[in-house]
T-cell receptor, first 112, second 113 residues
Framework: KQEVTQIPAALSVPEGENLVLNCSFT??????LQWFRQDPGKGLTSLLL?????REQTSGRLNASLDKSSGRSTLYIAASQPGDSATYLC???????????FGTGTRLQVFP | GAGVSQTPSNKVTEKGKYVELRCDPISGHTALYWYRQSLGQGPEFLIY????????DSGLPNDRFFAVRPEGSVSTLKIQRTERGDSAVYLCASSPDQGYGYTFGSGTRLTVV
């Protein structure tokens, strides 16, 4: 059974810092991995999607890497800003199903 | 539409009542998903539609929960005899097809009192 873990559960940093959020999964036979952002009381916004054949994806200040063999993904946020404050969720999809399995998220606060 | 639309955004109901939650996916998206998110947790899968048919309903917690997508676009999640434990945010997502990324709606916050 696929399980997804995210650490840390919460993170509070001053503006400008570079951050690394971690996601690990127990079954390496994944189809893809997706990082989402969730603002309080809101739905999920897709940030980056990494297919199983890819090692990383970049969008602006965000970079996500994928190491299937070790069951890990990291989301790197460069030069963090207060507007980055949100909960970040990773989710994996395995080959034998079309559903996403989510981690419990990392709650990020960036203060000025 | 431009995004996934869910209505209502908030629903308060009494224990034992019946509720319907609606999802309008992005036009042309064949895949539609329902998830449930409890406070402090990640979303949990409920059911997935490919076109009009439920391709995977393994996440529905019990037979009080049912979902339909009769014309392959709008979907309705139906909950009978609601219980306080059903209180959560119900999220809908759509995708052009399998293997593509999801677009989520803003969710319906259901509170059972």
């Amino acid at each position: 059974k696929q399980e997804v873990t995210q650490i840390p559960a919460a993170l509070s940093v001053p503006e400008g810092e570079n951050l690394v959020l971690n996601c690990s999964f127990t079954d390496s036979a994944i189809y893809n991995l997706q990082w989402f952002r969730q603002d309080p009381g809101k739905g999920l916004t897709s940030l980056l999607l990494i297919q199983s054949s890819q090692r990383e994806q970049t969008s602006g200040r965000l970079n996500a890497s994928l190491d299937k063999s070790s069951g890990r993904s990291t989301l790197y946020i460069a030069a963090s800003q207060p507007g980055d404050s949100a909960t970040y969720l990773c989710a994996v999809r395995t080959y034998n199903t079309d559903k996403l399995i989510f981690g419990t998220g990392t709650r990020l606060q960036v203060f000025p | 539409g431009a995004g996934v639309s869910q209505t209502p955004s908030n629903k308060v109901t009494e224990k034992g009542k019946y509720v319907e939650l609606r999802c309008d996916p992005i036009s042309g998206h064949t895949a539609l998903y329902w998830y449930r998110q409890s406070l402090g947790q990640g979303p949990e899968f409920l059911i997935y539609f490919q076109g009009t048919g439920a391709a995977d309903d393994s996440g529905l917690p019990n037979d009080r929960f049912f979902a339909v997508r009769p014309e392959g676009s709008v979907s309705t999640l139906k909950i009978q005899r609601t219980e306080r434990g059903d209180s959560a945010v119900y999220l809908c997502a759509s995708s052009p097809d399998q293997g593509y990324g999801y677009t989520f709606g803003s969710g319906t916050r259901l509170t059972v009192v």
